[in-house]
């Protein structure tokens, strides 16, 4: 039996159909949950192995983005959710569900300490919604971005500055529990420069985990770079595969995180067997 993946809707989240559909892209079994029916039956958590929380913009992030959704979930949902965690699970959260994840302080949990809040996702210093192609440098153990060292995908966010003290960056270095850094397209950090770096966020960091690295708080959208015809450059990679002969391959890079939890729990049930 495949993993199930379980991803969250309502109040303003839309991007719950694109990322159902990468996982089962991936190979994984899936559903789209408002967040009132999980409230209603949280024994839910129980039989899923993923929880997927999609970008948008929950509550019109009236109250900063991601704040309202997380207390809703912090006030309803808190023990059922530390529960899912402490199992052997995977959790991601997508741009707004990024913001909701870092509010829930489900990252950077030091010491397992869940529920903590230590990181805050705020306005981009350009004081403007950016909506672009960037790329990433990826190092990271997570079991979402296995064997994944770059990426090329979109950014979509009015607040994707990631902001903590220095002792926490600190720790979050010293950890590994960096994901994603934003980069140039020759791989070189981007330093802070814009539009490399879209946001201004701290250490160019795009994404962050907790210490087990199954809790995955990611600014950029995977699941809308899942196919090359999405792409940016999608006519110049065309282009250049036909005049090399070539198939241009239908995957691109966001698919790789859907594709490593499939993986994730494909090597479990092997071993379990």
Request: aromatic share 8%; charged share 25%; glycine share 10%.
């Amino acid at each position: 039996m495949t993993a199930k993946a379980l991803i969250l809707a309502g109040y303003g989240l839309n991007c719950e159909e694109e990322t159902l559909h990468a996982f089962e892209y991936a190979g994984l079994s899936g559903e789209i949950r408002h967040i009132n029916d999980l409230i209603e039956n949280p024994k839910e958590l129980d039989e899923v192995q993923i929880v997927a929380i999609p970008g948008g913009f929950s509550y019109g992030d009236d109250t900063g983005s991601g704040n309202a959704f997380a207390q809703k979930m912090k006030l309803a949902l808190w023990g059922p959710l530390q529960k899912f965690v402490a199992r052997d699970t995977l959790t991601i959260g997508i741009c707004n569900g990024c913001q909701v994840v870092a509010n829930l302080g489900l990252v950077p949990a030091f010491d397992a300490k869940y529920g903590q809040r230590l990181v805050a996702v705020t306005h981009n210093l350009t004081a403007r919604y950016q909506c672009r192609w960037i790329d990433l440098k990826v190092s990271s153990n997570s079991p979402w971005l296995e064997g994944v060292e770059n990426m090329h995908i979109p950014v979509a966010h009015g607040e994707g500055r990631f902001m903590m003290n220095e002792d926490t960056l600190k720790s979050l270095q010293s950890n590994g529990q960096i994901a994603a850094q934003y980069a140039k397209p020759d791989g070189n950090l981007a330093d802070g420069e814009f539009p490399y770096n879209p946001n201004g966020t701290t250490n160019d960091i795009a994404g962050i985990t907790d210490e087990s690295g199954k809790v995955l708080a990611l600014m950029p959208h995977p699941e809308r770079g899942m196919f090359n015809w999405q792409r940016d450059d999608y006519m110049e990679m065309k282009d250049k595969a036909q005049r090399e002969g070539k198939e241009l391959p239908e995957a691109a890079d966001g698919i790789s995180i859907f594709q490593n939890a499939a993986r994730y729990f494909e090597v479990a049930k092997k071993k379990s067997a």
